[in-house]
Structure formats: structure tokens, C-alpha cells
T-cell receptor
Framework: GQQLNQSPQSMFIQEGEDVSMNCTSS?????WLWYKQEPGEGPVLLIA?????ELTSNGRLTAQFGITRKDSFLNISASIPSDVGIYFC????????????FGEGTQLTVNP | GAGVSQSPSNKVTEKGKDVELRCDPI?????LYWYRQRLGQGLEFLIY????????KSGLPSDRFSAERTGESVSTLTIQRTQQEDSAVYLC???????????FGPGTRLTVL
């Protein structure tokens, strides 16, 4: 099925560095979501975005809903070791009801 | 329970056998979703329940896959005549109502030998 294009696939950074990842699509989404998944667990919602241009923060995390509604980015500032995990973007379309379309994930490794 | 639970956590089966995966959503959540996650990939939508009915089952990959939900609570995902390409983690999520935040369970890791 359709998936969002998420990049980068993986990142290896030093503790304290800032991180940026993004998702793009060829079609419009009405909601953008960012999730984090740790080994053996289901994804956990980090940030939800509902309006084009919206910029939302959650602690050290900041995410934006692109003006074109076809993209979103997630920034993590001052990374710490517990930020390790896989980050997924997800989008919802009005025409698709409640189903979410997921990106393929960004594997983040933080070296202490 | 406090969160979404799924059982079993791991299932190893032989090709051709049927398997049943169970999801217990958060109490009071009317919407329930099943997703499949292949190794190293994102989640693929399978089916959505609102109450006990499934208004969107368009993500089920073949007629070997079916799901039901009873009592607006527990859901089972059944895969008949399993194939090796069915190997994946099957994740269940529930939400208070459609379009509310989806809370995910830990998943069932299915391995088809």
C-alpha cells in the first residue's frame, strides 16, 4: 500500500546533538503524526499536527505540518541516550477515514 | 487493563497452518485497528472496527485474512493457510472514537516456517 517517504533511514549522532527527520508525500494529508517505537513495543504518539503550517512542540521535540500538506518534519534538540528508537511519521486523509499511512521509519542511535 | 494488550506475544507456526491473534483494547474505546509491520518497515493498515462492525477492511491483503470483534471489546485476527510472507509483527491499536489518538499494543510477532 501507499507509504510516506521518510528520511533519513537511520542516524548515528552524539549525545547533545540536534536531529532532524522529515516525511514527504505526493498527496495531501489532513493530519500528520509522529510516533516513536522502542524494541518489542508498539508505537507511542509524540506529536499530532492538524493544520497546515502548524508548528508544535513537546519538550525537546518540535514538529511542523508543511504548508503544502504534503510534508512534515520532526526536530529533536539536545539528544539524550533515551531518544534511541525508531521514529515514524504517519498521515491521515479525510478520504481514508480513520486509517493511518506510515513512513518507513528513521532509526536513531545516540552515542553517549 | 491500563493499555492495549495482545496475545500471544510470539507465535511460530508452520506454513499452511491457521493462526489466531488476539487484541484486548482499552476499555471504552470504540475504535479498533489492526496493522502489520514487516521487518524494518513502517506499519501497514489492515482493518478498522467501529464498535463490532468493520467499515474499512480494505487493507486485508488476501481472503486468507479475516478479523472479528465482539462485545465492542476483544478482536481476533485470523490468518488461514499461513505463508512465509505473512511473517511480521501484527499490531493492534484502539482509540476512544475514530480520529482520536490511537494507542498501540506491543504486537504479536508471527513467524511462519
Amino acid at each position: 500500500g501507499q507509504q510516506l517517504n521518510q528520511s533519513p533511514q537511520s542516524m548515528f549522532i552524539q549525545e547533545g546533538e540536534d536531529v532532524s527527520m522529515n516525511c514527504t508525500s505526493s498527496s495531501i494529508f489532513n493530519t500528520w503524526l509522529w510516533y516513536k517505537q522502542e524494541p518489542g513495543e508498539g508505537p507511542v504518539l509524540l506529536i499530532a499536527l492538524y493544520k497546515a503550517g502548524e508548528l508544535t512542540s513537546n519538550g525537546r521535540l518540535t514538529a511542523q505540518f508543511g504548508i503544502t500538506r504534503k510534508d512534515s518534519f520532526l526536530n529533536i534538540s539536545a539528544s539524550i541516550p533515551s531518544d534511541v528508537g525508531i521514529y515514524f511519521c504517519a498521515g491521515r486523509k479525510k478520504t481514508s477515514g480513520s486509517r493511518l499511512t506510515f513512513g518507513e521509519g528513521t532509526q536513531l542511535t545516540v552515542n553517549p | 487493563g491500563a493499555g492495549v494488550s495482545q496475545s500471544p506475544s510470539n507465535k511460530v507456526t508452520e506454513k499452511g497452518k491457521d493462526v489466531e491473534l488476539r487484541c484486548d483494547p482499552i476499555s471504552g474505546h470504540t475504535a479498533l485497528y489492526w496493522y502489520r509491520q514487516r521487518l524494518g518497515q513502517g506499519l501497514e493498515f489492515l482493518i478498522y472496527f467501529q464498535g463490532n462492525s468493520a467499515p474499512d477492511k480494505s487493507g486485508l491483503p488476501s481472503d486468507r485474512f479475516s478479523a472479528e470483534r465482539t462485545g465492542e471489546s476483544v478482536s481476533t485476527l485470523t490468518i488461514q493457510r499461513t505463508q512465509q510472507e505473512d511473517s511480521a509483527v501484527y499490531l493492534c491499536a484502539s482509540s476512544f472514537d475514530r480520529d482520536n489518538e490511537q494507542f498501540f499494543g506491543p504486537g504479536t510477532r508471527l513467524t511462519v516456517l
